[in-house]
């Protein structure tokens, strides 16, 4: 069986903030008047939450807000605790929200949660977070043939470990099972620091990992990856070629982006996107892209919107593939 579509899920368009900020800066206008709730709509130790973390602190240490950003994590439902919760904050300055590519598939998937994406206030896209396939260092596999023929020398037994159902990994163990016709059994865990210790512990056979949360196994010579979902080689990793170099013209990549709850005031979206678009432009953080392979310019206001309808679309396709959604 071969692919028949191509899956493009990267924006044409990159607004890019660049130069240094002075700290203990805040933006002219309106401040939070209390602390901020930053929501996770995902677990602890995976790569929205690595990253959540990480802004937390840089908007910390450089004085970037008059307030302290609180990280919450509200992972369930594949992020539509989140969703929900952020929805039922309409109007409210005070609650931003983290997300990946679940702000998609999510909705898509369970329509009575009544979520429209859209009304989301667009404060910025940080990154776009990149995927390789993995498998532990101890198996002989060395490529992405070994890595065929081992897991039609298993069949179904398989195991591809995966962050939630119909979100990113599913998506890409189905590209996986239909680009080499595959049979993999994919197993669903909440976060993918779970995922990726299930691969370093041997309890899983592989996974679709991003870098951040699979570089200090693979660092600590546990994990081995085979190959990446993205247009060209990643420099961590200059070994694993690209699915396009090995004939199968698919790329993919995971949003990072921070938004608002609906209807946010128009004083308060101007204040955090001035927040992040000191944290893109930081050190800190240009120094954690590079170390963790994240690819993409800022990205706010509509162009950030007309980003998230490319990508809902996109996803919509690749949702019916899995029978996910008619």
């Known amino acids: 069986m071969r692919i028949t579509r191509i899956y493009w899920l990267f924006s044409a368009m990159s607004l890019v903030f660049t130069g240094a900020f002075t700290s203990t800066a805040y933006a002219e206008g309106w401040q939070p008047k209390k602390p901020v709730e930053f929501v996770i709509m995902a677990g602890k130790g995976g790569g929205a939450d690595k990253m959540a973390r990480l802004m937390q602190t840089i908007i910390e240490k450089h004085q970037l807000s008059s307030k302290p950003f609180i990280p919450v994590n509200k992972p369930g439902g594949s992020g539509a605790e989140s969703l929900i919760y952020l929805k039922q904050k309409k109007g409210n300055d005070h609650v931003i929200m983290v997300t990946l590519n679940s702000f998609y598939t999510t909705p898509l998937r369970q329509p009575d949660l009544d979520v429209d994406i859209s009304t989301f206030t667009p404060i910025g896209r940080m990154a776009e977070d990149t995927f390789l396939l993995w498998v532990h260092a101890d198996t002989p596999i060395k490529s992405v043939d070994d890595f065929v023929k081992a897991v039609k020398a298993k069949g179904g037994d398989w195991i591809m470990a995966g962050t939630g159902k119909g979100q990113e990994d599913e998506l890409l163990t189905n590209f996986l099972n239909i680009a080499y016709d595959l049979n993999m059994k994919y197993v669903p865990y909440k976060g993918g620091g779970r995922v990726a210790k299930e691969l370093a512990g041997k309890h899983a056979d592989s996974t679709v990992n991003n870098p951040s949360e699979q570089l200090g196994f693979y660092e600590a010579g546990n994990t081995r990856p085979l190959a990446a979902f993205t247009p060209q080689r990643l420099d961590l990793f200059k070994d694993a070629p690209t699915f396009k170099e090995l004939g199968k013209n698919f790329v993919y990549f995971m949003q990072r982006s921070v938004v608002g709850a609906p ?14 678009a000191r944290v893109y432009a930081s050190e800190e953080w240009q120094q954690y892209m590079k170390k963790k392979s994240l690819q993409g310019g800022f990205l706010t206001g509509d162009k950030l919107k007309t980003y998230w309808a490319g990508e ?3 996803h919509k396709i690749m949702l019916k593939d899995i029978g996910e959604i008619k």
Do not use: I
Request: no cysteine; charged share 35%.
């Open 263 to 276: 209807g946010m005031s128009k004083e308060a979206e101007a204040y955090y996107r001035d927040v992040f």
């Open 312 to 314: 809902k679309a996109n």
